[in-house]
């Protein structure tokens, strides 16, 4: 009798282990499936590697993406991790930070020619300092 419970728990284990791999495999045919509707011309994905592209085309295992500076990259198609948006805003915050550096960089120049052009005032105490301190002239006059 011990040996038909034994037997029973292994038969068990081995449905649990059977039923769990199909549920498994269901899932990840279904990741796939829903990351190839996913990756369109244009959309961002992230490789196993962390790298971040704009995905461009497919051809047959190989994929191409884009960096943000316009580089194509070839990638193997199970490097693609996920479909979705980077944590950094590409498209709209990369051309505000050239805006705002470059406008930056224009009052700076800006600034520097109005000093350059302003007349340069001498400081009235320095001019103070210069009648009270005695000339050579003055000197050879006391003696």
């Given amino acids: 009798m011990g040996s038909g419970v034994l037997l ?3 038969g068990a284990f081995l449905l649990m282990m059977i039923f769990s791999s199909r549920n ?3 899932k990840q045919a279904e990741q796939r499936d829903k990351l190839a509707n996913d990756m ?3 959309a961002w994905v992230m490789t196993t590697s962390g790298f971040y592209g ?12 884009e960096t943000s500076d316009g580089t194509e990259t070839l990638w ?7 479909v979705g948006n980077p944590p950094f805003a590409p498209d709209a915050a990369d051309a ?6 470059a406008d930056k960089a224009d009052n700076d120049e800006e600034a520097k020619e109005l000093q350059e052009d302003s007349p340069t005032e001498e400081n009235p105490v320095d001019e103070e300092k210069d ?13």
């Fill in 24 to 26: 498994a495999k269901k």
């Fill in 8 to 10: 029973a728990v292994i």
């Fill in 76 to 82: 193997t198609s199970r490097a693609i991790v996920s």
């Fill in 131 to 143: 009648e009270a301190a005695p000339s050579d002239s003055d000197s050879n006059e006391n003696i």
């Fill in 96 to 101: 505000n930070t050239e805006d705002v550096s």
């Fill in 40 to 42: 369109v011309p244009g």
């Fill in 54 to 65: 704009r995905y461009v085309e497919t051809d047959g295992d190989v994929i191409v993406l």
